[in-house]
């Protein structure tokens, strides 16, 4: 028989042995468990993480510098960047003031904050040994889609302009819109788009000056802001590009629906022309040939004649008419709407480009319009010329001839859809009847100049 106190006695030690090799959660393992939290309140209570305006310090008050989040492990400081500067006068207390953009960079760089106890939190919890440059790492991972969240409404505006299929006149207006939308600094989120902000953008748009020249300076010219009309295309650009944007679901609704007729439209009471006496006289200044100044009556001139708009006329290509009667005639389409209008060249556009070997000088707007004031006041003119000025005047005098103002539509291109309606039914051979009234009126008068230059040279050039 087995002795009982043997039996025990092995039960003892293998008990001891086992409690050795595989301690309790009641035993030794409690210790561990203390160990490890007391380990990792130590590592808490030494690091430490805040806020602050560029570490390097060496930045005046108004002077701009990075908004920083230190991160203080084992005495010793390491710096994650939020991607937000500002002036030192801009951040008091840890947070940034003074700006109407306060809310958005302080948004952002508590998001990023966050992120950064967020990771220390979990070496913390792991009681691993902390890895500043794995934390950066994935702060500045959220600080990347902030950045995208951030531009996410300019973004969506390049993207639906490639998409939109636009005319080159049309797309420099949505490449400017984007330009004032980052000059702005607050429409580039979605968040940005509300009918409030919306207003203010509004009231900054009336703020911006109109360009000048050393002209206008030396002339003494004061600079003044631009009009209902330049404020309200970029509202019409705008408000196309949120339709889109509600129509694939990046807003719920769009804010310009809520303000119909809040932004003026700028339309004048009166369109501004220059009457028969004055177009003359504009044609009778001949400026010195090769200057700037004869280039821009050349194409004044051309455009009274065709009723081109500025656009038309530096994509004028001679190649795309083709004669009809003796006449040269173009169908074309504009470059800003893509509309069809029809044309024809007069004498006097034809002897224009003879004089450029049949093909019009290119000239900016800018400049264009800056010699036009000069020409204008050498033919003394009150009305501003303008490179918009010679279509109006071409429509002014086709509709005193009492050409039908269909035909007039249909000579320029213009897009009024109720007109276009109308216009539909207008043939080209009657536009083509029409035009030729405007030519025989140019040519009646430049009958009548032959005769008075032939009087003037059998008078020995007495008259």
């Not at 409690?19 to 210790?31: V, Y």
């Not at 408000?239 to 509600?246: D, E, H, T």
């Not at 035909?407 to 291109?413: D, E, K, T, V, Y």
Request: aromatic share 8%; charged share 30%.
């Amino acid at each position: 028989m087995f002795p009982v106190r043997v039996f025990l006695g092995g039960l003892v030690y293998f008990g001891a042995v086992f409690t050795k090799c595989f301690p309790s959660a009641d035993g030794d393992g409690k210790q561990d468990v203390k160990q490890k939290r007391k380990k990792n309140n130590t590592m808490a209570s030494t690091i430490t993480t805040d806020v602050i305006f560029d570490h390097r310090g060496n930045k005046s008050k108004n002077d701009i510098g990075p908004i920083e989040i230190r991160v203080t492990y084992e005495r010793k400081a390491r710096y994650i960047g939020t991607g937000v500067s500002v002036a030192r006068h801009d951040f008091v207390g840890g947070s940034i003031v003074g700006r109407a953009d306060k809310d958005e960079l302080n948004r952002r760089v508590n998001i990023i904050f966050r992120k950064v106890q967020e990771e220390v939190n979990r070496y913390i919890d792991e009681g691993r040994p902390l890895d500043v440059a794995e934390i950066k790492r994935r702060a500045w991972s959220v600080r990347d889609d902030l950045d995208h969240e951030g531009t996410a409404l300019l973004d969506f505006v390049e993207e639906q302009q490639r998409q939109m299929g636009l005319k080159p006149g049309t797309e420099k207006h949505y490449i400017t819109l984007r330009t004032r939308m980052r000059e702005y600094g607050q429409l580039s989120r979605w968040d940005d788009v509300t009918v409030e902000n919306l207003c203010r953008w509004d009231a900054w748009l009336h703020n911006i000056k109109k360009p000048m020249s050393d002209a206008d300076r030396l002339a003494g010219e004061t600079e003044q802001c631009i009009g209902d009309g330049a404020v309200y295309n970029y509202h019409k650009c705008l408000k196309a590009i949120l339709n889109r944007a509600v129509l694939f679901g990046k807003i719920e609704y769009n804010p310009y629906d809520r303000l119909r007729g809040k932004f003026k439209r700028g339309d004048k009471e009166s369109v501004e022309f220059l009457t028969n006496e004055e177009m003359q006289a504009v044609e009778s200044v001949h400026p010195v040939k090769g200057t700037a100044m004869a280039v821009a009556r050349d194409l004044f001139v051309f455009q009274m004649h065709t009723g081109l708009s500025y656009a038309d006329l530096q994509a004028f290509d001679f190649s795309e008419y083709k004669q009809i009667d003796g006449k040269w005639v173009n169908v074309g389409h504009r470059v800003k709407t893509g509309v069809q209008y029809l044309t024809m060249l007069t004498d006097e556009c034809i002897r224009i480009l003879e004089q450029y070997g049949w093909q019009l000088p290119k000239m900016g707007n800018a400049d264009y319009n800056h010699a036009l004031k000069a020409i204008g006041l050498a033919a003394g003119v009150a009305t501003p010329l303008h490179s918009h000025l010679a279509r109006h005047s071409f429509a002014t005098r086709a509709k005193a001839m009492g050409i039908d103002l269909a035909n007039i539509a249909r000579m320029l291109g213009h897009t009024n859809t109720v007109q276009t309606q109308r216009y539909a039914k207008v043939m080209p051979e009657q536009v083509f009847a029409d035009l030729r009234k405007i030519e025989r009126l140019s040519t009646k008068k430049d009958d009548e100049e032959n005769v008075v230059n032939d009087a003037r040279r059998t008078a020995g050039g007495s008259l």
